[in-house]
């Protein structure tokens, strides 16, 4: 057992170095919650084209309203299913599967409760294709696809999970140090 009370597996299954912590609880229910929340946030994306579909037209509306908040929603710059559009386009997809797929992966590469960002600059790395993207298709350099939209969307939606997760965590931490501070505790 590590000094803070953890104890902690080194080993290796598949990868040159898994960490795997069994501490940090708080930090592992943070992670879940956010590795659950991304998983409904791209399951109504794929729920509005399937009520659609089946016929359940408000349903899909208020999604489908919903989620213009955050997109533009232009059918011909959008993934279809069941023959209709997704709630979302093809980049903002990507973003969203990008940052479920880096939260899933966040385990292997980075400790759940540690709670400092990696340096900005992968972010900028991870971000700077999908800046090219739309820089390049917006000044008529060339076409954009549907893979370079939701290509360069996943890149920047996995790195981002490496920012907003600790970021999650830390706002935690703080809230129950806290409250611990406050009610007498240490």
């Known amino acids: 057992m590590s000094r803070a009370g953890r104890t902690r597996w080194s080993g290796s299954i598949g990868c040159k170095h898994l960490r795997l912590e069994t501490g940090g609880a708080r930090a592992w229910w943070v992670y879940a919650a956010a590795a659950a929340g991304a998983l409904a946030w791209l399951g109504l994306i794929c729920a509005a084209p399937r009520l659609l579909a089946s016929g359940h037209e408000t349903s899909a509306a208020l999604l489908y309203v919903g989620f ?74 060339f076409v954009n696809t549907f893979f370079s939209r939701a290509a360069t969307g996943a890149l920047a939606g996995a790195a981002a999970a490496c920012y907003v997760l600790p970021g999650m965590i ?17």
């Open 68 to 141: 213009s908040g955050v997109c533009h929603q232009l059918p011909e710059r959008s993934f279809h299913l069941w023959g209709c559009p997704l709630a979302v386009c093809a980049r903002c997809a990507g973003l969203y599967a990008g940052s479920l797929a880096g939260l899933l992966v966040y385990p292997l590469v980075r400790r759940v409760s540690d709670e400092t960002f990696p340096d900005r600059r992968w972010l900028l790395l991870a971000a700077a294709p999908l800046a090219v993207d739309v820089a390049g298709g917006a000044a008529g350099l």
């Open 170 to 186: 830390s706002c935690v931490e703080f809230w129950f140090r806290g409250r611990a501070t406050r009610h007498g505790g240490s």
